[in-house]
């Protein structure tokens, strides 16, 4: 309690002498007996909108409207933003989305419509009177997630808690009460008319939470996955009774925790946690399942599964509303999971380092921590085969690094440069020059100038005659173009 902000108890004060009750609650009581120092800081209080508003005001040095329809006012003094609610009572219809909300009279009866018992104390104002109901506390001292009310009426009131069930599990370390575990089985169909933006916000907070692994298998347990994230599920599937090929379901939360522990500290490269990483990872072997094949002899393939899993992976994220920076970085990183693997087999050149590097972009270092996590094998001489072909391969990417400058490679011409050297103009025979060169950069490494230009008349004289003479016209089609324009405007 020693980590609240002293400026709550003068707002206590305050609606004390204005004859209001007013407390600390949910989140930040629960982090407080946590030890964690609590960072949002939501009230609730008998009094309603207008006269709250009147209160902030005279407290704070600004007040806002967050939602007045829902009986909420914001506020801020110094560094301190609070949020405060008046108290309400909900009702539902069975199976209806929306509740109607109605403002109450007792704290009590407010704390009996939250999610879960841990979230159901507050904290009286200004003395700091506890006030738990629903044995929160003790709740929070076992680690178990309960409900006020039943688990049942409490999802069909607001589905998402269902997502909060499985965030609350990975965040806190908690387990799930039998009932609540067969409330989320039983309605996790509910989760379809809820907001793909909603259901998102939660899955990030689990994904990001330490233990994500537990809210993913809970989700998995209970179907919940089966509506959030069918592909994951999925890859129970690809169990084999004949054990031909390793189990796809837990490899892929293995490879999630290697990858965490991968991550680095604020000042790294990779700082945790990591959305982007930890998304690559659950979703680097979702192509499985639609790729597997067995053969004749008994051995099984999964043929670009890498290259599948990236179309699965970016369709998922969108229908889940990931933003489009984070879409393309993890589709992405699961189409290259793959591509280290030959680097193990036989030495790559230097193009083909070259080529790891510039595909990978920025992603680069996200990229040696999934191929690195996605090692799981239990034969420790390949493992450690593996990791030093790494090291080997990371190693060489420093050195061309230092010597070409790789995140920044590019032809030795450049476009307005291939036009000139061969009297064209903008077209698709300049871009496959420039690739022509790029190809030639990546196996050759720097050429300089001079030699790129012999190299690209060479690339030109062995085009087709055909080829270069439509260059050509579209050059002088161009030309005559400009000279009539240039004629007319004479004429006018």
Known sequence: ??????????????????????????????????????????????????????????????CWDVGREFGTIGARKGDVVVEVTTYRTETYEVGSRKPAVS???????????????????????????????????????????????????????DPLRIMRAARFAAQLGFDVEPDVMSAMEEMAHRLEIVSAERVRAELERLLLSPAPRRGLELMVHTGVADVVLPELAALRDTVDEHK???????????????????????????????????????????????????????????????????????????????????????????????????????TWSDSAVRRYVTDAGPLLTRLHRLTRADVTTGNRRKAAMLSHAYDDLERRIDELAQAEELAAIRPDLDGGQIMAELGLEPGPVVGEAYRFLMDLRMEKGPLGEELAREALHAWWAAVPAEERARAEAGRRDRGQGSKRGKTGEKGA
Not at 31 to 44: R, W
């Open 244 to 346: 031909r090929h390793k189990d796809v379901y837990e490899h892929t939360l293995v490879v999630l925790q290697q990858a965490m522990d991968l991550e680095t500290g604020a000042d790294g490269p990779v700082p945790a946690p990591d959305l982007v990483l930890r998304l690559a990872a659950i979703m680097h072997d979702i192509g499985k399942p639609a790729t597997r094949r067995f053969l004749p002899d008994g051995t099984v393939t999964f043929h670009a599964h890498d290259i599948i899993g990236a179309r699965i992976a970016k369709k998922r994220l969108t229908a889940l509303r990931f933003d489009k920076q984070t879409i393309k970085d993890v589709a992405r990183l699961v189409e290259l999971h793959l591509r280290f693997h030959g680097y193990a087999d036989a």
């Open 103 to 157: 403002y109450g009279d007792t704290l009590e009866g407010d704390l009996t419509r939250r999610d879960f018992t841990v979230n159901a104390m507050a904290l009286r104002l200004p003395d700091l009177e506890l006030v738990d109901p629903h044995g929160g506390l003790a709740d929070l001292e076992a680690g178990i997630l309960r409900t006020p009310v039943t688990a049942t009426q409490s999802f069909d009131d």
């Open 1 to 62: 309690m020693a980590g609240l902000p002293p400026s709550l108890a003068a707002l206590g004060h305050a609606f004390a002498r204005a004859g209001h009750e007013i407390a600390l609650v949910g989140g930040p009581v629960r982090d407080a007996f946590l030890g964690v120092a609590p960072h949002d800081l939501d009230l609730t209080t008998s009094a309603r909108p207008e006269q709250t508003e009147e209160l902030l005001k005279a407290w704070g040095d600004h």
